[in-house]
């Protein structure tokens, strides 16, 4: 079992920046790839940035790629994501989650996620 706990959200206006924090509790933190998700009123959950166990690699959805940043700390079992040039549409509860692969995209390819943080840009 694998315990995440989000933070770092908060209200921020467009053009500024933000960086979430993803702590992580449980089973070997580098085991384990680590995503960020988030997901608007009304809509679905999508998948923003994955990086591999040891950090290796790393992959961004189209509309954040150049803006967010992730990270990762294994010494101290902790996942970033750095986020700048925010935009209105970047609005949404973003969630950090664990999963097997640094090729996992889609929310079923995760086996724990953590209760999310709410990120509002203003216009």
């Known amino acids: 079992q694998v315990q995440l706990v989000e933070s770092g959200g908060g209200l921020v206006q467009a053009g500024g920046s933000l960086r979430l924090s993803c702590a992580a509790s449980?089973?070997?933190?580098?085991?384990?790839?680590m995503g960020w998700f988030r997901q608007a009123p009304g809509k679905e959950r999508e998948f923003v940035a994955v990086?591999?166990?040891?950090?290796?690699?790393?992959y961004y959805a189209g509309s954040v790629k150049g803006r967010f940043t992730i990270s990762r700390d294994n010494a101290n079992d902790t996942v970033y994501l750095q986020m700048n040039s925010l935009k209105f549409e970047d609005t949404a509860v973003y969630y950090c989650?664990?999963?097997?692969?640094?090729?996992?995209?889609?929310?079923?390819?995760?086996?724990?996620w953590g209760q999310g943080t709410q990120v509002t840009v203003s216009s």
């Open positions: 449980g089973r070997t933190f580098s085991n384990y790839a």
């Open positions: 990086i591999s166990g040891y950090g290796r690699s790393t």
């Open positions: 989650a664990a999963g097997g692969s640094v090729y996992n995209r889609r929310t079923h390819e995760y086996d724990y």
